[in-house]
C-alpha cells in the first residue's frame, strides 16, 4: 500500500491552522496512524485509528478520515509544533509510511 | 518503563553483510510481536519489517525482501536483523519497535533511538 503526503512541507506561523493529507492507495479503513519527529530524535506517536489521540498529546491536534484519504490537523500552532510528521498505515504488511510533511516556521 | 537498544550497526562495504541486535526490557518481549523501522540520513521513514512473537512468522518491506532477515531470541529479550547483499541505498539509521498491547492498529509508542549502518566502499 502506497502513503501519499501532501503538501511535502509547508511554512506557517505561530497561531496558524495547518492541514497535512495522507492518502492511500487502496482503502485502509481507520488503520492509520500520524507521528511527528524532531531533528534528532524519535518519532512521537500522535494519533493512531486515524482520528484517536494518544495521551498527552494535546487536543489542538487532531486526526480525520477512513478509507483512502486523511487529513491531520493543528490548530492554534505552537512553537513547538514545527517538525516532520509522517502517516502510517497499519492495515496490510509492509506497514508502509508517507513520505513527511515538514512543518516550518514562516 | 520500555527499553529498546539496538547495536552492530558499523561500515560496511557494498555486498557485504551486518546483524544488527535490539536489546528489549521493561516489558515481557516474549508477548510482544517486534518490528524494525528505518530512515536514511535526511529522508524519511521507511518500514522494514516484522516478526511473530514465536518467530515463526515474518514480513518484509519490498526493498529489503530476500536480502535480511529478522530473527528473534525470547530467553535473551533480543530482537536481530541479519542484512546480506548490502547496497549503499541501505545506509540509514536502524530502530525497532515494539507493538502495541491489542495489536498495530493503535500504533507504535515504544521505538529504540537506533543504529548507524553506512555501506560504503
Known amino acids: 500500500i502506497q502513503l501519499t503526503q501532501s503538501p511535502s512541507s509547508l511554512s506557517a506561523s505561530v497561531g496558524d491552522r495547518v492541514t497535512i493529507t495522507c492518502r492511500a492507495s487502496?482503502?485502509?479503513?481507520?488503520?492509520l496512524a500520524w507521528y511527528q519527529q524532531k531533528p534528532g530524535k524519535v518519532p512521537k506517536l500522535l494519533i493512531y485509528?486515524?482520528?484517536t489521540l494518544q495521551s498527552g498529546v494535546p487536543s489542538r491536534i487532531s486526526g480525520s478520515g477512513s478509507g483512502t484519504e486523511f487529513t491531520l490537523t493543528i490548530s492554534n500552532l505552537q512553537p513547538e509544533d514545527f517538525a516532520t510528521y509522517y502517516c502510517?498505515?497499519?492495515?496490510?504488511?509492509?506497514?508502509?509510511f508517507g513520505g513527511g510533511t515538514k512543518v516550518e516556521i514562516k | 518503563e520500555v527499553q529498546l537498544v539496538e547495536s552492530g550497526g558499523g561500515l560496511v562495504q557494498p555486498g557485504g553483510s551486518l546483524r544488527l541486535s535490539c536489546s528489549a526490557s521493561?516489558?515481557?518481549?516474549?508477548?510482544?510481536?517486534m518490528h524494525w523501522v528505518r530512515q536514511a540520513p535526511g529522508e524519511g521513514l521507511e518500514y522494514v519489517g516484522a516478526?511473530?512473537?514465536?518467530?515463526?512468522?515474518?514480513y518484509y518491506g519490498d526493498s529489503v525482501k530476500g536480502r535480511f532477515t529478522i530473527s528473534r531470541d525470547n530467553s535473551k529479550n533480543t530482537l536481530y536483523l541479519q542484512m546480506t547483499s548490502l547496497r549503499k541505498e541501505d545506509t540509514a539509521i536502524y530502530s525497532c519497535?515494539?507493538?502495541?498491547?491489542?495489536?498495530?492498529?493503535?500504533?507504535?509508542?515504544?521505538w529504540g533511538q537506533g543504529t548507524l549502518v553506512t555501506v560504503s566502499s
Open positions: 502510517q498505515q497499519l492495515n496490510i504488511y509492509p506497514l508502509t
Open positions: 519497535m515494539k507493538e502495541p498491547e491489542y495489536g498495530t492498529s493503535s500504533g507504535f509508542e515504544h
Open positions: 485509528a486515524a482520528s
Open positions: 487502496q482503502d485502509i479503513s481507520n488503520y
Open positions: 516478526i511473530t512473537t514465536d518467530g515463526r512468522n515474518t
Open positions: 521493561g516489558f515481557t518481549f516474549r508477548r510482544y510481536p
